[in-house]
């Protein structure tokens, strides 16, 4: 390829930058340079680049397309020195003539500027006593007693006393205030015998400052019902909360919520709440600056204002003053810093690497005040600054094969709604098929929703980490991704490592060649610029930090996104919290999260509606309940963004849409009725496709006969039942080697727990296989060490790839073990936990289930004849009629780790499927028992029915009358 690079850098960003591209082109001119060069030559010149940027870089590389045309194809720094085609002005002035940054849609913006910036003030106040700089010294160690937070708070609270807002702001603007007005009424937790309840006494706009200020570094957390133990730690989980706490949960918060003290001698105690060296309240600095910020909220005070019921403006303001504190707390060099009086004798805090002092107390009070302004005036303008994904030919390329043309009709209609998601907020339902390009559609869907111009970012979130893997692999494949364009984040190290050294082995074989992609899916990333924006350099230097904020698209599990709503400790929320604002979000395989995780989700979507992202779920097997549920969700959070950001007084009106293989509309939604009215119609109509298919999975039922008393002796037996039905699932679905003529089948056998599975496998070892046949079974659970598991998942993954039927004759592997032995049939088994359901695209001939619920076979049917599309008309799935546990403790609850029979509020009247599930439930497998519930449903006599009863009252309802007594008797 041919490509003209223009330099708009200046000063030493240009010295660099010439350095750089004259070892790659030739000079056309000053500024200008032009070479041919290779897709890996123009990747590594990029990587260059971008390794050496500060903010006066400004890089655009053009692809010379022909004689008459050329393309954009990136930029490295200031984007704003180049327009969206890449040329650059004819003349510049300094002067802001349009101003178009003088304007945005922050109606809260300087509430949030004023809130940061007061608690910055009185954040730290506490760290003047005795105690915290005895501290500091070495001279006291061990747990603190009472935090410095706390001990902020309570000066604050002496300081307003009994005033309202109006009068103690007042007091702060005049400077009628000493040293004494801030001890005299000094409530000292652990010395006085009944300390008020804070947040009870404190008018509405001291309050949210007290909120800000005991939760600028962690959240308080009820502490255990039992403290005397002195090991009781803060956040132990022993905690009970009841329902009607809620509603005065503030007015409940003392001194234990923010640390649980070890003693109560008040010899230890005293120093927390002495102050010999006074308050930096009485610093002239100080008092300018309450001063000051004490007379701009004076003019915002309203009477009806209740700050703490703002969610937005109270979590955006106390992410201006995290990060504030965090990114001040790190500068060591007195020249970044501010200063403070002389010789002033309380420190702050200490260098890290030597313990000496770093920063005196006046000084990093006035420091955090000063960079949290900075960052709350950033706020508005942090999603221009980061890098997007533009014109990106990959996601507009309509899809050639009939298959996926559904994506083509899905990426038009999101395109229709880009304006209204961007006003109305979007909630999005994408219900297709297995093996209908899901993941790619999303992206599509999402990118088709984004401003053609400016580009998209978003999130793709799942709960397993090698498929998140998988799908990020995917992406950057099939699109041409880069690294920058696209980040991989999984929870776990190893895996990583694992799933791109197996990558490694697989470019080094040829087997993963990429050439040729560029003519495709080339694209424009408008580069980010973190080093000149005043909140993006303060993140700090951590790459994994920036990766995850910075990517045009990023892949994770979901664990990485979850710290937005559900760390305890603030500086890990901060990251999560600004990917949210500046990014849209995808949540795949939703609910293949266990019931007890849909809370921490629905809480994240919640967020994603609260700062301003469009949303879209994706699964085939989505149950109305759960999408009522997050929908409500999405829509309280959208409501409170609302109230604060975009038109004036528009009414909360939800941009809705719905798409599937086949199908796809879209709704504008108000409230939660008109949702679940549209939703039930687009499932009906599904429903009906489904039932009106091609059948690809039957299903039979297998009665489990007496196999014995004793655990041992029912899995012996069980696996002898196993291996005969594998031979009959054999028999029918085989399939003959074109070389040998061998019959050949794979199959899954699932099981719900680890332990019996192994059990059952050395049985079946012991066993051996019937006449004439040879099984080649493959054990496969989430207790292999992680190498050994990564080994098979891989081995699993080459093999099963069943798209062309025959190519599996062709391994290397396969060919070894079918020329190696005699017998006319083989049987490759693989013996699996439910790690077996999920996240793996494996097609199997035929599988037997051990039952758990009706979600886990569904989507382990799945993994069945994945990849083919013709007609099963004989039963190419067999259900056991119950599970072990069931057989092993006969009159206990069956359908439990896994399954959702977890309590005796949900026990089943019986654990036999035959009575559990009705023919049309088991005998054509697929998604419609998930989509849509029945009008009356009877959770205690049908599986499918308690999986929607359970969502029901996990996701929409208050929890209901349990239906059994007492003592365990069904009602």
């Known amino acids: 390829m041919n490509v003209l690079l223009v330099s708009q850098c200046n000063k030493n960003a240009l010295k660099e930058t010439r350095r750089i591209l004259d070892q790659f082109a030739e000079r056309r001119g000053e500024r200008t340079w032009q070479t041919p060069i290779t897709l890996e030559g123009l990747d590594t010149l990029r990587k260059l680049l971008r390794k050496t940027a500060r903010k006066n870089t400004a890089v655009a590389c053009h692809w010379i397309r022909g004689h008459d045309h050329s393309e954009l194809v990136w930029v490295v720094g200031d984007a704003k020195r180049f327009n969206l085609q890449g040329a650059v002005p004819t003349n510049t002035t300094s002067r802001d003539i349009l101003r178009r940054?003088?304007?945005?849609?922050?109606?809260?913006g300087e509430d949030i500027l004023l809130l940061a910036s007061m608690a910055a003030l009185l954040h730290d106040l506490g760290k003047a006593t005795v105690a915290f700089q005895q501290r500091l010294q070495g001279k006291l160690e061990g747990r603190n007693l009472y935090r410095h937070e706390w001990v902020s708070l309570r000066l604050f609270q002496a300081f307003v006393g009994n005033d309202d807002d109006a009068t103690w702001l007042m007091r702060l603007a005049e400077g009628r205030y000493q040293t004494q007005d801030w001890l005299k009424a000094l409530e000292c937790d652990g010395l006085d015998p009944e300390p008020s309840a804070i947040f009870r006494r404190l008018p509405p706009l001291a309050a949210a400052l007290g909120w800000l200020v005991i939760s600028h570094h962690r959240l308080p957390l009820k502490p255990p019902d039992d403290t005397s133990d002195p090991a009781t730690r803060w956040g132990s989980s022993n905690v009970t909360l009841q329902m009607e706490q809620l509603d005065d949960?503030?007015?409940?918060?003392?001194?234990?919520?923010?640390?649980?003290?070890?003693?109560?001698?008040?010899?230890?105690?005293?120093?927390?709440?002495?102050?010999?060296?006074?308050?930096?309240?009485?610093?002239?600095?100080?008092?300018?600056?309450?001063?000051?910020?004490?007379?701009?909220?004076?003019?915002?005070?309203?009477?009806?204002?209740?700050?703490?019921?703002?969610?937005?403006?109270?979590?955006?303001?106390?992410?201006?003053?995290?990060?504030?504190?965090?990114?001040?707390?790190?500068?060591?060099?007195?020249?970044?810093?501010?200063?403070?009086?002389?010789?002033?004798?309380?420190?702050?805090?200490?260098?890290?690497?030597?313990?000496?002092?770093?920063?005196?107390?006046?000084?990093?009070?006035?420091?955090?005040?000063?960079?949290?302004?900075?960052?709350?005036?950033?706020?508005?303008?942090?999603?221009?600054?980061?890098?997007?994904?533009?014109?990106?030919?990959?996601?507009?390329?309509?899809?050639?094969?009939?298959?996926?043309?559904?994506?083509?009709?899905?990426?038009?209609?999101?395109?229709?709604?880009?304006?209204?998601?961007?006003?109305?907020?979007?909630?999005?339902?994408?219900?297709?098929?297995?093996?209908?390009?899901?993941?790619?559609?999303?992206?599509?869907?999402?990118?088709?929703?984004?401003d053609p111009e400016q580009g998209a970012r978003f999130s793709i979130a799942l709960g397993l980490r090698t498929l998140t893997l998988q799908t990020g692999q995917a992406l950057r494949e099939r699109l041409n991704l880069g690294e920058d364009d696209l980040a991989v984040r999984v929870g776990g190290s190893a895996n990583k490592a694992l799933f791109d050294h197996y990558e490694r082995e697989a470019e080094a074989s040829g087997s993963a060649s990429r050439q040729g992609l560029i003519d495709e899916d080339a694209h424009v990333v408008f580069e980010g610029n973190f080093e000149s924006h005043p909140l993006l350099k303060r993140l700090g230097e951590e790459p994994g930090t920036r990766s995850l904020v910075a990517a045009p698209i990023l892949v994770c599990t979901v664990d990485h996104l979850v710290p937005a709503t559900e760390s305890t400790r603030g500086g890990q929320q901060i990251v999560p919290m600004l990917r949210l604002m500046s990014s849209d979000l995808v949540l795949d395989e939703i609910d293949d999260f266990d019931i007890n995780d849909l809370p921490a989700l629905t809480r994240l979507v919640h967020w994603a509606g609260l700062l301003g992202s469009r949303v879209l779920l994706s699964s085939a097997t989505l149950p109305p309940a759960l999408v009522r549920g997050l929908y409500d969700a999405y829509r309280s959070g959208r409501e409170a963004y609302q109230r604060h950001r975009g038109e004036p007084g528009l009414p909360v009106d939800i941009c809705c849409a719905w798409f599937d293989e086949n199908d796809r509309q879209h709704h504008d939604c108000a409230d939660g009725d008109a949702f679940s009215a549209a939703h039930a119609a687009f499932a009906e109509r599904r429903l009906k496709r489904l039932a009106d298919s091609p059948v690809r999975r039957r299903g039979e039922l297998i009665p489990m006969p007496p196999l014995g008393k004793r655990p041992e002796e029912i899995r012996a037996g069980l696996a002898t039942l196993l291996r005969d039905q594998a031979a009959q699932l054999h028999e029918r679905l085989h399939s003959c080697d074109p070389n040998t003529g061998k019959r050949v089948s794979f199959g899954l056998i699932r099981m719900a727990n680890i332990d019996p599975l192994v059990d059952v496998a050395t049985e079946l070892f012991?066993?051996?296989?019937?006449?004439?046949?040879?099984?080649?079974?493959?054990?496969?659970?989430?207790?292999?060490?992680?190498?050994?598991?990564?080994?098979?998942?891989?081995?699993?993954?080459?093999?099963?790839?069943?798209?062309?039927?025959?190519?599996?004759?062709?391994?290397?592997?396969?060919?070894?073990?079918?020329?190696?032995?005699?017998?006319?049939?083989?049987?490759?088994?693989?013996?699996?936990?439910?790690?077996?359901?999920?996240?793996?695209?494996?097609?199997?001939?035929?599988?037997?289930?051990?039952?758990?619920?009706?979600?886990?076979?569904?989507?382990?049917?799945?993994?069945?004849?994945?990849?083919?599309?013709?007609?099963?008309?004989?039963?190419?799935?067999?259900?056991?009629?119950?599970?072990?546990?069931?057989?092993?403790?006969?009159?206990?609850?069956?359908?439990?780790?896994?399954?959702?029979?977890?309590?005796?509020?949900?026990?089943?009247?019986?654990?036999?499927?035959?009575?559990?599930?009705?023919?049309?439930?088991?005998?054509?497998?697929?998604?419609?028992?998930?989509?849509?519930?029945?009008?009356?449903?009877?959770?205690?006599?049908?599986?499918?029915?308690?999986?929607?009863?359970?969502?029901?009252?996990?996701?929409?309802?208050?929890?209901?009358?349990?239906?059994?007594?007492?003592?365990?008797?069904?009602?």
Not at 101 to 108: A, G, L, P
Not at 856 to 884: E, F, M, Y
């Open 101 to 108: 940054e003088d304007e945005n849609d922050w109606h809260s």
């Open 249 to 450: 949960l503030l007015g409940l918060i003392d001194a234990q919520w923010n640390e649980i003290p070890s003693t109560q001698e008040p010899a230890r105690i005293t120093p927390y709440w002495q102050f010999k060296h006074g308050l930096p309240v009485d610093t002239r600095r100080w008092r300018e600056r309450a001063a000051k910020q004490a007379k701009r909220l004076l003019a915002r005070l309203s009477g009806d204002a209740s700050w703490l019921d703002s969610p937005y403006v109270m979590h955006l303001s106390r992410l201006c003053l995290m990060l504030a504190d965090h990114h001040y707390s790190s500068l060591e060099d007195p020249t970044h810093r501010v200063a403070g009086e002389p010789q002033y004798p309380l420190v702050a805090n200490t260098v890290r690497k030597t313990g000496q002092p770093n920063q005196l107390l006046d000084e990093h009070i006035l420091g955090v005040e000063k960079h949290a302004a900075v960052v709350a005036r950033a706020l508005p303008s942090v999603d221009s600054h980061l890098p997007r994904l533009a014109r990106h030919k990959g996601f507009r390329k309509r899809s050639n094969h009939a298959r996926f043309r559904w994506q083509d009709k899905a990426f038009d209609l999101a395109q229709s709604l880009r304006e209204r998601s961007q006003r109305q907020g979007f909630f999005g339902i994408n219900m297709a098929s297995t093996g209908c390009g899901k993941t790619l559609a999303n992206g599509r869907i999402l990118y088709a929703l984004a």
């Open 766 to 971: 012991r066993l051996g296989a019937l006449d004439g046949q040879r099984i080649h079974l493959c054990v496969y659970h989430s207790r292999h060490p992680l190498v050994m598991r990564s080994a098979i998942e891989r081995r699993l993954d080459q093999t099963l790839q069943r798209a062309e039927p025959d190519r599996v004759f062709e391994q290397a592997d396969i060919r070894r073990l079918l020329d190696g032995s005699d017998e006319a049939d083989h049987l490759f088994i693989v013996l699996g936990s439910p790690v077996t359901e999920v996240g793996r695209d494996h097609d199997y001939d035929w599988a037997i289930v051990e039952p758990s619920s009706m979600r886990s076979i569904i989507q382990l049917a799945g993994r069945v004849w994945r990849h083919r599309d013709k007609r099963c008309d004989t039963p190419n799935i067999q259900l056991l009629d119950t599970n072990l546990s069931h057989l092993e403790k006969p009159g206990e609850l069956a359908f439990q780790r896994p399954g959702i029979e977890t309590g005796e509020a949900w026990r089943l009247s019986s654990h036999s499927l035959s009575a559990l599930l009705t023919p049309d439930e088991y005998q054509i497998i697929d998604a419609r028992p998930r989509v849509l519930a029945r009008e009356t449903l009877s959770p205690r006599d049908s599986l499918v029915d308690l999986e929607h009863q359970r969502l029901i009252t996990q996701m929409l309802e208050p929890p209901t009358q349990p239906l059994t007594n007492v003592n365990g008797q069904v009602k």
